[in-house]
């Protein structure tokens, strides 16, 4: 079981390659434009070149149906590169050989996975024969500010879009933040302003998809409770992705915790657009409960992976932003060592967690691509959020 601390993250900038002989280079060659433009140092964009090569060259030799995600994931105050890569097949039999300094099942750069591992400040690895293989890793600034990040240990929260074939930008998006502590009664509503360095970034801002709103300086809550939200905009292309997008922005805004609440500001903020399917969860690690309320063809469960139980939270229909129905909130205990799964139709709701062994026993990150590899369709954009944590 993967460690994992109260820290939350954003992720922008994805960039997905599919399986081909230029998926090395390409995605080399991606790595390094986004290792400058989060400002790694020299030495630091090398070594992640050189891992995100070693493990290209690894899907393009051996993988069936092979791909790999670059993103970008952002603390409010540091920037770090993370690559996935996700394959059917044929898996590892053997995976601390397969780490192990040395060794090679053919010729690539010859560093190893037991290298990238350790270049790597977080690196999580699932593998079953006849399966395939998930691989994550993620490599923060070899700064203060960079190790810090690294030290404060894994997100309890993550999640994954993919677009639908032939489309370059996804309809589906996902965020999280905190609950913040109960503000004074006198202390103004967030308003409109420009981001500035050490201020929380998130990936309609980068993209200048939708206004830049600043965050209020109100700390979180002790409890360590978060929101979750996972939006899936209205049929497909630019406009459903400026639908998630703004979905995303106005989820920061908004100062409630309440998933109703949650939803009707997100309601009002996607009335000029297409709308979408949305859902919001609100964990209380604390308490080990959770609050959830969805609209649309969203899928919710939580999922206790020691009986393999896989309980369903009900969406109402609708559309958000154009027809909101009254909401109605589950509420649900949270057993211990579970999971919560959002997801957005682009994955099917016939997995279950018997059938992958270890699925939640790995990173949240990890969790997703693998019910994304089990459950995604190729014909729909495609959005999993998964948290898990000590609760």
């Known amino acids: 079981m993967v460690p994992l601390s109260p820290s939350l993250t954003e992720c922008e900038d994805t ?58 994931v952002r603390t409010d105050a540091e920037a770090a590169l993370e690559f996935v ?100 009664a006198s202390a103004p509503a967030p308003a409109p302003a420009p981001a500035v360095p050490g201020g929380r970034f998130d990936w309609s801002v980068l993209t200048d998809r939708a206004p830049r709103y600043a965050l209020s300086p109100v700390p979180r809550d002790p ?16 406009l459903a992705a400026r639908a998630a997008s703004d979905a995303v922005a106005a989820f920061h805004r908004c100062a409630a915790d309440r998933p109703d609440q949650v939803l009707a500001a997100l309601h009002r903020a996607l009335r000029s657009g297409r709308g979408g399917a949305v859902a919001v969860a609100l964990v209380e690690p604390a308490a080990a409960r959770l609050t959830f309320c969805g609209v649309g063809n969203v899928s919710a469960f939580v999922v206790d992976p020691a009986t393999g139980t896989r309980r369903s939270l009900p969406s109402a229909p609708g559309i958000v932003g154009h027809q909101l129905p ?37 990173l949240p990150v990890t969790a997703a691509a693998l019910l994304l590899r089990e459950a995604g369709v190729r014909r729909d954009d495609a959005g999993v959020v998964v948290a898990k944590g000590s609760w």
């Open 15 to 72: 960039v997905w390659f599919r399986h081909s002989d230029s998926l090395p280079a390409a995605a080399r060659g991606a790595a390094r434009q986004l290792a400058h433009r989060i400002g790694l140092l020299p030495e630091r964009a090398a070594e992640v070149a050189l891992a995100v090569s070693e493990a290209a060259t690894n899907l393009r030799r051996h993988a069936v149906d092979g791909a790999m995600v670059l993103r970008v």
């Open 85 to 184: 890569t996700v394959d059917s097949g044929p898996g590892m039999a053997d995976v601390p050989a397969a780490l192990a300094d040395g060794y090679s099942s053919g010729p690539t750069l010859g560093i190893g996975l037991g290298a990238v591992a350790r270049l790597a400040d977080a690196f999580d690895l699932h593998s079953l024969p006849g399966r395939g293989t998930v691989l994550t890793a993620r490599f923060w600034n070899r700064t203060p500010a960079g190790r810090a990040a690294a030290a404060a240990g894994e997100p309890v929260a993550a999640g994954l879009t993919r677009p639908m074939s032939g489309q370059d930008m996804c309809g589906d998006a996902w965020a999280v933040r905190p609950v913040l502590a109960a503000a004074p």
């Open 223 to 238: 409890s360590g409770g978060f929101v979750l939200m996972l939006c899936d905009g209205l049929g497909h292309g630019p």
């Open 326 to 362: 009254t909401p109605h909130t589950v509420r649900q205990e949270l057993p211990p060592g579970s999971a919560v799964v959002l997801h957005s139709d682009g994955l099917t709701d016939r997995w279950r967690g018997p059938d992958v062994p270890g699925l939640f026993a790995h």
